[in-house]
Structure formats: structure tokens, C-alpha cells
């Protein structure tokens, strides 16, 4: 830029009131391209490590797709094959209609019980902070231990809620909660699911909660709103990019369920909770596969990509 | 929002208070069966933890520990300079670097880790606690580089301009000026990471494959899933609370500023 100046042909007082308005004054410019390059600097170990293992394997899953891969040995270019074949893939089918009943429904739960404890926690009464520990705790356990930790606390061996259960008279006999039947096995997993994600949900929507002003909810009171019409009128539309956010992390985690079905339920009984995940996982490294699991993948990536597209236009047409 | 009689505020900590029970109940049933035996209490079934054919090993537990302290240790490092860098420093191509980071959030990475199974392998990383650390730190970026742009973007700019008069560089401006001014974020990011890279499953399950180098979570789950008679619960819930209680801990000292930290950082930007 410097070496341009004379050429410029404005006069000089031109010039500086010009260099002024942008407030980079000649000789502190090659100060702000030095500050740049230090910033991209400190950018670089970021820049590194999402171009190396997010953009490469992203591109990779894509040209793995339109071969056949075999775990071992070299590929060899078959494209459209690993795509047509999903269609008669009796498995994927079955696994994405479960997968999409099993989003649906525990979108809905998951939302609903983290919504009303969000709204039983959000003001500073007694007992609060005991509860929202208490909410959160879960969180601290990793998954795959939580789906252990059901395994026993649902088995007949040594858990407890099949015995509580029939002293209360609500069954009688012997139940197999994660292997019995695919609607209790699906139960069993939904109920995992809200207690280990419930508080985290809570979390999020309380920093939500927590930001809409309290002047708001006294202009309301004032003009005599029920306590219904408030939270339909005031908390729900204030709410929404919270809300948002908050569906588009559960529906995305929902359809992409995988370890509570393969430690609690192992897929079973007759794959009638089997996820895509999991079929994913049993043509790549069980039927060493990995062209087929590419084209699954980049499936599932595409309908994920196409679903938050279309969530964030509906979000920016609202607000 | 509005006036809470008696009545109310009784059936609110009554609800509230069987609910939080509810929530506690499997944790410390866990705990209990982990401890129960046969003839009363005691350490037998850890004592099978540690020992049976499919159990785990000191070195399962020393891979575990590696792979946190890489993947924290690595997320901070990362993180703290691209959190520098997005909430300091204007450069071309940062908006759209940002976004990419962010873009991590919505192609979760079970579509992505078959590639990352290969490319791995290609850089000569398969089997290896290294190359999963690497993919952990990756996983992390978003939510720790937003984390701490905005814990940056919040130090006041008086505190970096005198730092710069008295002649400081940039870095020492970062690690002797912002660093102490960013911890509550630090601490968020760092204790996310390591529950995170502690009870991780899915990333271990493909990315290692020889016993030698799984992790506990995965040598846990594995006393499950090889197993094709009877499972051993008591041993299984054993190894539960084996794997819960260093997170427990971590969370109960650090909860107060994990939440803080929280809040202060998801609703911004």
C-alpha cells in the first residue's frame, strides 16, 4: 500500500483526511499487518487441526464412499455401488426408521423434563442448590459407564426396580427390561438418556431463562397475566434461540445414538434397536466394509446438514 | 416471577426434593452394589475388577490417564492461542476459520471417524493413544475456541494496552496479563476436556484395537460385551464407580465456576 502513495493523485490534505477517517495513519499500517500476521500466528495451531482432522476426513469419508474399501488391502474405484446398495439393505432400513422413531420421542421427553426443571430451579429459593447439583451430577459419569450402570440397576440379578416394581404390584413375575422386548429394551434407553442429559439440557435452558429481564415479568403481572399466559406469551418467544440451540443438540445426539444401544441393549432382541450408528460400526469393522459405512455416513451427514440448514433459516426468518 | 404463597413454595421443595432424589438414587445405588457381597460388605467385587480374564489392568488405567492429560493438556494449549487470536487480533480468513470450528458442532463425529480410522492410519497413528488424543482435542475445539474468544473479547482493552506501554510483547502479554484474566474460562475448558476424554467411547472403540492400549472405558464395556455366558454385575458396577469417581470429584470442587463459566459464555456472540 505505502509503495502506492504517490501515485495517488488527491491532494495531500486529501490524502491525510482520508488516511484519517480510517484511522490508520501510513505509518502505523505496517504496525496492523504485522498485527494480523501475529494473530494468524496464534490461529495457526487451530487452523492446523481442524484442516487436518476435520476438513481431510471430511473430504476422505466422501472419496472412501465411491469405492469398495476393504479394511485391508488397496481400493478400488466402484461408485454409485455403496450407495445403491443402501436402498436394499434390509438393516438400514430398519435401523433409520428406529433411529427416526427414537429422535422423535426422545426429543420430545428429554425437552418436556429438562424444560420443567429448568423452571423448578431458576429462582433462588430454599433447597435450589441442592437440587440443581443433584440434576447435574449425572453429567459427570460418562455415558458408556451410565449404560453399565443401568445394565445392572435394570437386571434381575442385582437390581432393584424389578423387585420394587412387583412389591408394588405393577408387575408380577419376570421381566427382562433391556433385552425382553424392542419397546422395553427402547424404554430402558430413553429412561438413561433422561437421567444422564436432563441436567445438562437444564443447564443450557436456564442461561436462557436467566436472561430475559425481570422488569418483563412484573410489566406482566401488572397487567394481570396468568401465570400460563405469561410463560406462552413472555418465556416461550423470548426463549426461542435457547430453544434452538437446545433442539438442534438433541435431535443431532438422537440421531446419532450409539452407545446406549450398544452396551444396554447390544442392538437386540432382533435388531429392533439397532441405530444407524451402530449399522455403521457393523459394516466398517465387522463386515470390513469401509466403502459401505462411507456412503452411510455420508448419508446421515447430509440429512444432518440439510436439517440444521433448514433450522438456522427458520431461526433467522423468525428473529 | 410471581409472588410465591406457603402452599406453593412447600409443594415446589417437595417436588423438588423427591425429584433431586430421584436423580441421586442410581449413583448411590451403584455405589452400594459395587460394595455389597454375598455374606455383607466389602472390596471383593473391585478385587474381581482387577482380576478376572476380561477385567482391567494398571495399564488400562495408565492409558486412560495419558490420553486425558494429552487431550487436555492439548485443548488448552490450542485452544487458549485460537481464543487469543479470534478475540484480539483482526487477520484474513478469521471469520470464516471460526465458523469451520464451529461447523465441527453439527457433522458429529460418528459419520467422520471412519475417515479418521484411515487417515490415521496413513500418518502411521493407528492403534495409537496419540492419534486418539488428537481426535479428542479436535472434538473439543468448538465449544472450547468459543469459550475462550469470548472469555478474551471480555478483558477489558486498558489492561492489554498498559501491558503493551510497559513493553511487553504479545506473548507476554498473553501469559503474564490475560492467562490470569481468563481462568474461570480456562477451568471450564480444561474440566470439559477431561470428562470428555475420560469416559470417552465410541472414538477408543474405533480408533484402538489391540488390548494393550484401551482405555479403562473401553476395557470396562468390554467385560460386558466379550462376555458370552453370565455378566458379573457387582464386578461391572464396580468398574462403574471406578470410572465415576474421579470425575465426581473434579465436579463437586469445580461446579461453581464449571456453571459460572457456563453461563457466562453460551449465551454471548
Known amino acids: 500500500m505505502s509503495t502506492l502513495t504517490p501515485l495517488d493523485p488527491r491532494p495531500v490534505t486529501t490524502r491525510a483526511l482520508a488516511a484519517s477517517r480510517r484511522e490508520r495513519p501510513p505509518a502505523r499500517r505496517g504496525a496492523a499487518r504485522r498485527r494480523a500476521m501475529l494473530g494468524a500466528a496464534y490461529a495457526a495451531p487451530t487452523a492446523v487441526m481442524v484442516g487436518v482432522f476435520f476438513l481431510a476426513p471430511l473430504v476422505l469419508v466422501g472419496w472412501m464412499s465411491l469405492h469398495r474399501w476393504p479394511l485391508l488391502g488397496p481400493p478400488t474405484l466402484n461408485a454409485p455401488d455403496n450407495y445403491s446398495r443402501i436402498s436394499d439393505n434390509e438393516l438400514v432400513r430398519s ?8 429422535t422423535v420421542l426422545m426429543t420430545v421427553l428429554l425437552f ?31 455415558f458408556a459407564s451410565a449404560s453399565l450402570l443401568f445394565l445392572g440397576l435394570l437386571s434381575d440379578e442385582i437390581g432393584p426396580v424389578s423387585d420394587l416394581l412387583r412389591s408394588l404390584g405393577i408387575i408380577d413375575g419376570y421381566v427382562s427390561w433391556t433385552s425382553g422386548s424392542p419397546e422395553s429394551a427402547l424404554g430402558s434407553a430413553v429412561v438413561l438418556v433422561l437421567w444422564r442429559f436432563a441436567g445438562f439440557t437444564m443447564l443450557i435452558l436456564l442461561t436462557g431463562l436467566q436472561a430475559i429481564p425481570l422488569e418483563v415479568y412484573e410489566a406482566a403481572r401488572i397487567d394481570g397475566a396468568t401465570r400460563w ?16 440451540l437446545v ?73 | 416471577m410471581i409472588r410465591a404463597t406457603a402452599a406453593s413454595r412447600w409443594t415446589h421443595g417437595i417436588t423438588g426434593t423427591a425429584l433431586a432424589i430421584l436423580f441421586l ?13 454375598g455374606t455383607g460388605f466389602g472390596l471383593e467385587n473391585y478385587g474381581r475388577l482387577f482380576t478376572s480374564d476380561n477385567g482391567i489392568r494398571p495399564h488400562h488405567v495408565f492409558n486412560s490417564i ?3 492429560a494429552l487431550t487436555v493438556g492439548g ?26 470450528t464451529l461447523a465441527i458442532l453439527m457433522v458429529p463425529y460418528a459419520t467422520i ?106 476395557a470396562v464395556v468390554n467385560m460386558r460385551t466379550a462376555s458370552h455366558g453370565s455378566i458379573d454385575y457387582a464386578a461391572l458396577e464396580a468398574g462403574v464407580v471406578f470410572m465415576a469417581v474421579p470425575c465426581l470429584i473434579l465436579f463437586a470442587f469445580m461446579q461453581r465456576s464449571y456453571v459460572r463459566g457456563f453461563t457466562s459464555g453460551a449465551l454471548k456472540g
Open chain 2, 25 to 37: 438414587s442410581p449413583l448411590l445405588w451403584s455405589g452400594w452394589a459395587s460394595l455389597r457381597t
Open chain 2, 75 to 100: 485443548t488448552l494449549l490450542v485452544a487458549t492461542l485460537g481464543g487469543y487470536a479470534f478475540g484480539r487480533f483482526r487477520f484474513p480468513g478469521r471469520d470464516l476459520l471460526f465458523l469451520v
Open chain 1, 95 to 102: 435401523a433409520a426408521w428406529f433411529t427416526a422413531k427414537y
Open chain 2, 66 to 68: 495419558t490420553v486425558s
Open chain 2, 113 to 218: 471417524l471412519i475417515a479418521l480410522y484411515v487417515l490415521l492410519g496413513w500418518m502411521g497413528l493407528q492403534d495409537s493413544l496419540i492419534g486418539l488424543s488428537l481426535v479428542l482435542i479436535m472434538f473439543q475445539l468448538p465449544f472450547s475456541i468459543f469459550m475462550m474468544r469470548n472469555s478474551f473479547e471480555a478483558v477489558p482493552r486498558e489492561l492489554e494496552e498498559s501491558a503493551q506501554v510497559d513493553g511487553c510483547n504479545s506473548f507476554a502479554t498473553l501469559t503474564r496479563i490475560m492467562l490470569p484474566a481468563v481462568r474461570p474460562g480456562l477451568v471450564t475448558v480444561g474440566l470439559f476436556a477431561f470428562l470428555t476424554s475420560w469416559s470417552e467411547f465410541f472414538a477408543p472403540l474405533i480408533l484402538l484395537n489391540s488390548t494393550d492400549t484401551f482405555t479403562t472405558t473401553l
Open chain 1, 247 to 319: 433442539l438442534t443438540m438433541m435431535i443431532t445426539g438422537s440421531l446419532l445414538a450409539f452407545d446406549q444401544f450398544w452396551i444396554l441393549t447390544r442392538g437386540g432382541p432382533d435388531n429392533g434397536t439397532t441405530s444407524l450408528v451402530m449399522v455403521i460400526y457393523r459394516e466398517a469393522f465387522i463386515r470390513l466394509d469401509l466403502g459401505s459405512a462411507a456412503a452411510i455416513s455420508v448419508v446421515l451427514l447430509a440429512i444432518l446438514v440439510i436439517f440444521n440448514v433448514v433450522q438456522l433459516g427458520v431461526l433467522r426468518r423468525r428473529s
Open chain 1, 229 to 244: 399466559q405469561t410463560f406462552r406469551r413472555i418465556t416461550v418467544p423470548l426463549m426461542r434461540p435457547t430453544i434452538a
Open chain 1, 112 to 142: 418436556v423434563v429438562a424444560f420443567g426443571l429448568a423452571l423448578l430451579v431458576q429462582q433462588r429459593r430454599p433447597a435450589v442448590g441442592f437440587m440443581r447439583t443433584a440434576f447435574l451430577m449425572p453429567m459427570a459419569v460418562g
